[in-house]
């Protein structure tokens, strides 16, 4: 099982920013693409954003393309979400994951377990 934690998520107005940050626990599967995911209230879970290993390969939501930026820090076993130009209908919870595979994250598969994940609420 794959152990990640989501953190940085909040309230912001429309047009704000917000950074998420998705921490592995340990070194299992450290070498792991990741991505990110979202699920609104009533809503099914969907793909926002993956990155490869060592950042060479990206992939985002066509929702999202031109405000979300993913990346990652190795050494700190983080991958990052920068979030501009929010929106309303990006209010969700965000959970990031796991697989061997950048195309499988997209493909909105992950080979983690979902945990709590953090809220991002924007306000109109």
């Known amino acids: 099982q794959v152990q990640l934690v989501e953190s940085g998520g909040g309230s912001v107005q429309a047009g704000g920013s917000l950074r998420l940050s998705c921490a592995a626990s340990g070194r299992t599967f450290s070498n792991w693409a990741k991505g990110w995911f979202r699920q609104a209230p009533g809503k099914e879970r969907e793909f926002v954003a993956a990155i490869s290993y060592l950042g060479g390969v990206t992939y985002y939501a066509d929702s999202v393309k031109g405000r979300f930026a993913i990346s990652r820090d190795n050494t700190k076993n983080t991958v990052y979400l920068q979030m501009n130009s929010l929106k309303p209908e990006d209010t969700a919870v965000y959970y990031c994951?796991?697989?061997?595979?950048?195309?499988?994250?997209?493909?909105?598969?992950?080979?983690?377990?979902w945990g709590q994940g953090t809220q991002v609420t924007v306000s109109s």
């Open positions: 994951n796991a697989h061997l595979q950048t195309q499988n994250l997209r493909d909105m598969n992950g080979l983690g377990s």
